[in-house]
Every structure is written in C-alpha cells, then in structure tokens.
C-alpha cells in the first residue's frame, strides 16, 4: 500500500489522517476478534476445569490419526483409561470454577 500524505496540511492530509485513524482502529479491532476467536476455539477443546483436552478435541486427534493410519499403512494403539464416578465429580466441581482473566 502507498503510504497516506498525513503530513499534509490541507483537506488531503485531513483526510488522510482520517483514513490512518480508521485503519488503527480496524487493526485493533482485528486483533481483538483473533484474540477471542483463539480463546473461543481453546475453550471448544480443552475442559474449563482440568484445562486439559475435550472429549470434541480426541475425536479431532482420533479421526486424524485414522487417516494417516490408512493413509500411511501405519498402526497405531490407543490406551482407554476409565475413571469410575467422574461424572459426579465433574457435576459437583466442574459448574463452580471461576474462569482467570485470558492473557492477551
């Protein structure tokens, strides 16, 4: 892009600088949607409590691995760990915890 004449004194450099103002702020606002669009999509695959991945971010993994597996002729093995009662535990903690501010 050519760089705007914001050092004009006429109604060129008035709108010049108008025009700059406005791209700063439409690159700010830009930054903030990544932002949240990269906080939103975490949130979609990690648990709020643990942090750790989500049940929709194994089955992303899983479904991976499933092609390279057929793709490559690669095996691979995955380990099922069962955690009796976890459901009520994730019920009774999992609604409470407070969220900490995002780091930006």
């Known amino acids: 892009m050519t ?4 050092e004009r004194q006429d109604e060129i450099g008035v709108l010049a600088r108008s025009v700059s103002q406005m791209q ?3 690159r700010q606002q830009l930054d903030a949607l990544q932002s949240n ?10 648990d709020v ?3 750790l991945s989500n049940r929709r971010a194994f ?3 899983l479904e991976l691995m499933l092609v390279r597996a057929q793709r490559s002729g690669e095996r691979f093995a995955l380990l099922f760990i069962d955690v009796d009662q976890f ?9 409470r915890v407070v969220m ?4 930006s």
């Open 59 to 61: 089955q992303e993994r």
């Open 87 to 95: 459901k009520g535990i994730n019920d009774r903690w999992g609604t």
């Open 49 to 51: 409590l643990t942090g």
């Open 37 to 46: 669009r990269r906080e939103l999509e975490h949130l979609a695959r990690h």
């Open 24 to 26: 700063d702020e439409i």
């Open 100 to 103: 900490p501010p995002s780091k």
């Open 3 to 6: 760089k705007l004449p914001v």
